[in-house]
């Protein structure tokens, strides 16, 4: 939809002047408002900014479709607001869009406006998004593709002239840029406050200090403003405190980059600060860098499929799951019996069996419930969980030792061979598995479901190849077996929480240790994601590799053997050697008796076509091959019945 625009009755006078301007315009402040009360609460920060950086302002004036048509009790009134500027000396001009969502009206126009800054308001008394005519705070500190500012007022707007600063250095960039241009226009004063650890020492104290001191002398010059360093705990708590109503006019803050981790976590200090603040607060934030704008972008996109549980359906999950990761007896018993199970599966290389031990185990759960502890940073829940899962994956692997050592000529079958040889698509089968079983713990009518998660993703058969083989004496096959299970023990924990952020699980923004336990179990679930993929990465190449050379092999064979006349190739075992020397030895059948000069040849010819050094071994079978004779012998005619005989054996019957 194109929108309508409108200019202020001075524009046909302004754009001629723009025009012969030897320079070019610089860029606008774009101004997006729903109604002439929020734009006059802007009109103080607006202005002061508007006349220090000499930019226009471009206000957008958004209306709801069904306000359309309808008489609106401040005809105008948008018009109105920007003659007030251009009484002040601010190039104006009035935008008209129509929309139902606002946040997606305020992104399209700053990709086509391209400003310098974007300036929102924020009526923080109603919640970030209780009414449909405000821009969720959350929403627009996402992702815009310009500078953001947003000032969050409750009450009458103030004359910025008393400016407290409280910007982190690492993203306050535009916060202190933003902050002494309004101490500038309104020649005001400006206080820069630092919040350190509660536990800072007294020389990072003084290096805060110099620092302030720097950064004003570079910006200023002799002019400086007021510098405070504070100690606490809660940064949040402590520029709280010293925004006193009586003292300041407005606060401003620096909102941290988009990262994929703040951004799913929610609850920022800048927001909270917005929040809680007794005077206006401008919250500023940096344009985000290509590579964080398309994730976050992507992040929302997947979001939306997926249903948002609402408070009581999180609370009834996280119950059940924190309930599960406890492990009673009963727990402990059906692991043990799920193991003696596999284990006997395994040694009769039965896979019904062993997919029966599947159903019987209650691992998954558990291991879900540690996807979901990082989630809401519940220590505890983490703790409950790796306990549970150590113990059960103990007692299946006990289990499976004592199998192996017990059970007469056990032996290391096929169904153990193949617990012990992981790739990276168990891996992928393991990610599927846990956001399958995460999904469908979250949604009760999918409960049905959650058999057939624990059959695609095998947490016990691994467990107990690896008894089996440690007790057989196969260190190979316990690194192996092993590997398969911590490869599905962490993808199942990490696609299980990725899954519960989608569904809209959080950890408390309030409680910041729970925040910063959400933060590092995330990065360590990626870590050790990352860790495992790379052995599996390393065995599925070395597996290509031998799929490989064994296909080339049989191809060499097929296309040497069938030169020696009446010689037949069935199998072939491939061993290597050292300098890439391969071993073959073949098991033929042969209609001839072969000579050493045979199988020489034949050697020289697979070397030729292989590449690399063969050593041939062949293991003939001598077969006659028998077929019909040149003459056949004629069937035999049947003789004719006497006549008298035939009638008197028919009178005796």
């Known amino acids: 939809m194109r929108p309508v625009t409108s200019t202020t009755p001075d524009d046909a006078a302004a754009a001629p002047r723009a025009e012969s301007g030897a320079r070019k315009a610089p860029a606008p402040l774009l101004v997006p408002v729903v109604s002439a009360e ?75 406006v391209d400003p310098q800054l974007l300036l929102l308001a924020w009526r923080r008394g109603h919640g970030p998004s209780a009414t449909a005519d405000e821009v969720a705070l959350r929403d627009v500190l996402i992702d815009v593709p310009c500078d953001l500012a947003v000032l969050s007022i409750d009450g009458e707007a103030r004359t910025p002239r008393r400016v407290l600063l409280a910007a982190e250095e690492e993203h306050g960039a535009l916060a202190l840029d933003l902050a002494f241009a309004l101490s500038d226009d309104y020649d005001g004063h400006l206080t820069m406050l630092s919040v350190l650890d509660a536990d800072a020492t007294t020389d990072e104290v003084s290096a805060a200090h ?31 405190q010293e925004a006193d109503p009586d003292d300041f006019d407005l606060l401003v803050v620096g909102a941290p980059p988009d990262g994929i981790i703040h951004r799913i976590a929610l609850g920022t200090v800048p927001e909270r600060v917005a929040r809680n603040a007794r005077l206006p607060v401008l919250v500023a934030k940096r344009r985000p860098t290509g590579a964080r704008s398309w994730l976050g972008r992507g992040w929302d996109r997947v979001a939306r499929t997926f249903p948002q549980l609402d408070e009581a359906e999180k609370a009834e999950v996280y119950r059940d799951l924190r309930r599960s990761a406890r492990g009673g007896t009963d727990f402990y018993v059906m692991m043990a019996l799920a193991g003696l199970i596999a284990a006997l599966g395994l040694l009769l290389a039965s896979p019904a069996v062993v997919i029966g031990a599947m159903l019987v185990a209650p691992l998954m759960l558990p291991t879900v419930s540690l996807g979901l502890g990082v989630v809401h940073g519940d220590v505890r829940v983490l703790q409950l969980s790796a306990m549970t899962l150590f113990r059960g994956a103990l007692s299946a692997l006990l289990v499976g030792v004592v199998a192996g050592a017990l059970v007469p000529g056990a032996e290391v079958t096929s169904e153990v061979t193949a617990r012990t040889q992981p790739s990276l698509l168990d891996l992928g089968v393991a990610l599927g598995g846990g956001a399958a079983g ?17 059959i695609a993703v095998a947490l016990v058969p691994p467990l107990a190849a690896g008894g ?42 309030l409680r910041a240790s729970r925040v910063q336990v959400f933060g590092r179990g995330f990065v360590a679930l990626l870590l050790l994601t990352i860790a495992v993929a790379i052995p599996l990465g390393a065995l599925t190449a070395g597996s290509v590799r031998e799929a490989s050379l064994d296909a080339d092999v049989r191809a060499a064979l097929d296309a040497t053997f069938p030169a020696v006349p009446g010689l037949a190739w069935n199998e072939v075992s491939v061993d290597r050697l050292e300098d890439r020397a391969l071993a073959l030895t073949v098991e033929a059948e042969s209609t001839e008796t072969l000579s050493p000069e045979v199988v020489l040849a034949l050697e020289v010819d697979l070397s030729q076509r292989l590449e690399r050094p063969v050593r041939l071994v062949v293991r003939v079978v001598q077969v006659s091959i028998l077929g019909p004779l040149e003459q056949t012998t004629p069937a035999p005619e049947p003789e004719e019945p006497e006549e008298g005989g035939a009638a008197g054996a028919g009178a005796g019957r």
């Open 438 to 454: 995460a999904y469908a713990t979250a949604r009760p009518s999918l409960s049905a479901s959650l058999p057939g998660v624990a």
């Open 468 to 509: 089996i083989a440690l007790a057989l004496g196969s260190p190979s096959e316990v690194g192996g077996a092993g590997l398969l299970f911590v490869t599905n023990l962490i993808a199942i924990a990490a696609a299980a929480g990725i899954v519960f952020l989608l569904l809209g699980f959080r950890p408390e923004p």
């Open 38 to 112: 929020q734009a006059r609460s802007l009109l103080p920060v607006l202005r002061g900014l508007a006349r220090a950086r000499g930019a226009p302002v471009r206000l957008v004036a958004v209306e709801r479709p069904s306000q359309r048509g309808a008489r609106k009790p401040e005809e105008g009134w948008a018009e109105a607001v920007a003659a007030e500027l251009m009484q002040d000396g601010v190039d104006t001009t009035v935008e008209h869009r129509v929309g139902h969502n606002l946040a997606g009206i305020v992104r399209e126009a700053a990709g086509e």
């Open 210 to 240: 110099d620092a302030s001191r720097t950064e004003v002398e570079e910006r200023r010059g002799a002019r400086t403003p007021e510098a405070r360093v504070v100690r606490s705990d809660r940064a949040d708590r402590a520029i709280l």
